[in-house]
T-cell receptor, first 111, second 112 residues
């Protein structure tokens, strides 16, 4: 049972490049989330999904897009990376009103 | 909009002393509430959660939290802190629409 798996774990991008972060969960959870963690800012919700085919904006959605084509996967895309998007990204999943299970994080640096 | 505030960015306590970490939330309906802990370089571990019922909830590692609706608070407590409790603590509020919002976090330092 792998839980929540994020790919990749580390990445360095140049400004303007694009990339996709993959989150996969094997717990059949309905809800999935993408957060970014920056020093002193806690975890800020980027986008979330309450079911396959649905997505919604969180607190800091600008510059990011997401897709949930399959229940077990939640993709986070950066179309044109900016240095301000340098951060640690966490994916999480849960049942409705359940505890969230987190991935180990992706450390992204945009230069 | 929903929000979570942890007023204390950094707290230092002596080992063996009691601990209280504050959490205030803003949400129009009854929230469901969590406390998570994150050790350096690690993911987040659930300490405890509140959905309904008894407003005093017990968690792992000797932690407890009390939900006070009138104060919109969900403070975390521990009677005697251990050096291994040094970490960052996050309060989170979940809504009926599926949002899960975290506070800014409180860093706990434990003095020997």
């Amino acid at each position: 049972n792998a839980g929540v798996t994020q790919t990749p774990k580390f990445r360095v991008l140049k400004t303007g490049q694009s990339m996709t972060l993959l989150c996969a969960q094997d717990m059949n959870h309905e809800y999935m989330y993408w957060y970014r963690q920056d020093p002193g800012m806690g975890l800020r919700l980027i986008h979330y999904s309450v079911g396959e085919g649905t997505t919604a904006k969180g607190e800091v959605p600008d510059g990011y897009n997401v897709s949930r084509l399959k229940k077990q996967n939640f993709l986070l895309g950066l179309e044109s990376a900016a240095p301000s998007q340098t951060s640690v990204y966490f994916c999480a999943s849960s049942y409705p009103k359940g505890r969230a299970f987190f991935g180990q994080g992706t450390r992204l640096t945009v230069v | 909009a929903q929000s979570v505030t942890q007023p204390d960015i950094h707290i230092t306590v002596s080992e063996g002393a009691s601990l209280e970490l504050r959490c205030n939330y803003s949400y129009g309906a009854t929230p469901y509430l969590f406390w998570y802990v994150q050790s350096p370089g690690q993911g987040l571990q659930l300490l405890l959660k509140y959905f309904s019922g008894d407003t005093l909830v017990q968690g792992i590692k000797g932690f407890e939290a009390e939900f006070k609706r009138s104060q919109s608070s969900f403070n975390l407590r521990k009677p005697s802190v251990h050096w291994s409790d040094a970490a960052e603590y996050f309060c989170a509020v979940g809504t009926n629409t599926g949002k899960l919002i975290f506070g800014q976090g409180t860093t706990l330092q434990v003095k020997p």
